[in-house]
């Protein structure tokens, strides 16, 4: 099933900024997906951190699962090629719990920005929150088991009126 953010709003009412921008693909694994990869939803392909610094930011943006949270291209490669949509999935889920609303009430950046990191070591990663380089964490997850490619990911999450955009340090 392909979503487009677009049907969201009235012609009027699209900002500006997704105006046309709009890849119409969404993040959500799909029958469609299941058939491209020939049946096979966790096949990966290689994928290296300067792969991921080669994103620099443009106006495609992609839906995540939250209708507030939407991914730039860097963030839908790393999705797709690290069989990583849990992680934006994960990402996604946290901004409308307790924990965002609680850290937002503490630090008042946290509703303009935040800094997502995933470490992962043997197959185990920790997912965590901050609002800055250096400051405590507001959100940590311990997630079990991981086959995520990379000791770490990177991803920030820029706030505004209407979305959250989550997209990867290169793509700011």
Sequence with gaps: MVTDLRKDYSEGELPAFLHANLASP???VTTEKRQLNGGNMNEKRTITHSDLRQFTGDSVRYRSIHPQVICTPG????????????LVNTIASYYSSPEMRKAIEQDIRVADMQIWRLDVRDQTGVLTARADAGEPTFIRQVIDYTDFPLDRADIWGVSNSVHTTLMLPSEY
Excluded at 78 to 84: I, Y
């Design 75 to 86: 963030i839908h490669y790393l999705a797709e090629n690290a069989g990583a949509f849990w």
């Design 26 to 28: 969404c993040l959500d």
